[in-house]
Every structure is written in C-alpha cells, then in structure tokens.
C-alpha cells in the first residue's frame, strides 16, 4: 500500500493506520461478521486489538481502543491506553479484547509478500498484519496482509477493503 500521505502526516503513524484500517472495516459488513451461539450476525462497530512490543524481554501485549470515527478523539483514547498499560509485560495488561475487536499487528522489521497465521475455521475475523515501510522514488509502500474466513468475505469484500484503506490513507 502507498502510505506516503499517512508516514509523512502529522498525526504519529500506528495509530493512524489503526484508525484507517478501522474506520474502513466498519463500513464493511463482511468485516463484522460474528457468530454467537450458532447464529449469524453482524456487530454494529469494530474496535482494534493491537499489540504492543516489549524490547527488553522481546515480547508482546495486547492493548485496544475504543474505536471512535473522529481520528482525533479515537487517538486520544490509544495514547491513554498505551500510556496506562503499555509497559505492563503482561499478554493482557488491559484485559482481554471484546469480542468485537480486530487483530490488527504491526511488525516494522518485518518485510513480506505475503503473510500468513492459521486461526482455525472458526475464526471469522479479518486479521490484519502490516510490516516494514520501504521508501523509494518519493513514495513509502507498506506491506499489509489480511487474513479473511471466507466464511465470511471473499475477494470482492477485501477488494473494497484496500480500495478503502488507499483512499483513507492518502487524505491523511
């Protein structure tokens, strides 16, 4: 993905890119999908479960936010996250995730093509693992894997996806 507008705007670059990835999925029904006690259903928002890297034990936490549409509002609320929990060296210092909240990972040493993590069929979320940035002929391209059950979207639905996250992620 071209991530020039977003790496070079103001606003620090995971949580925006937290904030996009969500704010797209959450006009995506197929990204909402769950299934509760046998029936089929839609949540009505996403939030992101993200994590968190601990340098000095090399490990990680899990964090999220309460997503909010208003970039600015939803960026306060994951400073305060970060700033209250993100040293606790525990997988869940905040607690576990509400079930409505998407696996989003990013890994900037990483660089791929392709990425891939077996959650089981069960497992109806999109997953959404982003990498290490490269920079070249003025433009910084971030590689994104999205994990999808298709169960719940197929391509059609990830297509809409990152036409989406293109477009959120240049008018930053």
């Known amino acids: 993905m071209n991530v020039t507008a977003l790496e070079q705007g103001p606003a620090p670059f995971a949580p925006a890119l937290i904030h996009a990835i969500c704010r797209v999925a959450n006009r995506l029904s197929a990204l909402r999908v769950t299934e509760q006690a046998g029936e089929v259903g839609y949540w009505e928002e996403i939030w992101p479960a993200y994590t968190v890297f601990h340098p000095d034990s090399e490990t990680f936490s899990v964090l999220w936010t309460e997503y909010h549409p208003d970039f600015e509002m939803f960026l306060e609320r994951y400073r305060a996250d970060v700033e209250q929990y993100g040293d606790q060296p525990v997988l869940f210092p905040k607690g576990p995730s509400p079930a409505h ?72």
């Not at 990483?110 to 959650?119: G, K, P, S, W």
């Not at 391209?141 to 990152?162: E, I, R, S, Y």
């Open 101 to 172: 909240a998407r696996n989003i990972a990013i890994a900037p040493w990483l660089d791929f093509t392709a990425f891939n993590l077996d959650y089981g069929r069960e497992y109806l979320m999109p997953v959404f693992t982003a990498g290490h940035c490269r920079v070249g002929d003025g433009r910084v391209l971030l590689p994104l894997a999205m994990q999808a059950n298709h169960a719940a979207c197929d391509g059609w639905h990830v297509t809409q996806f990152f036409a989406g996250l293109g477009e959120e992620t240049t008018r930053k």
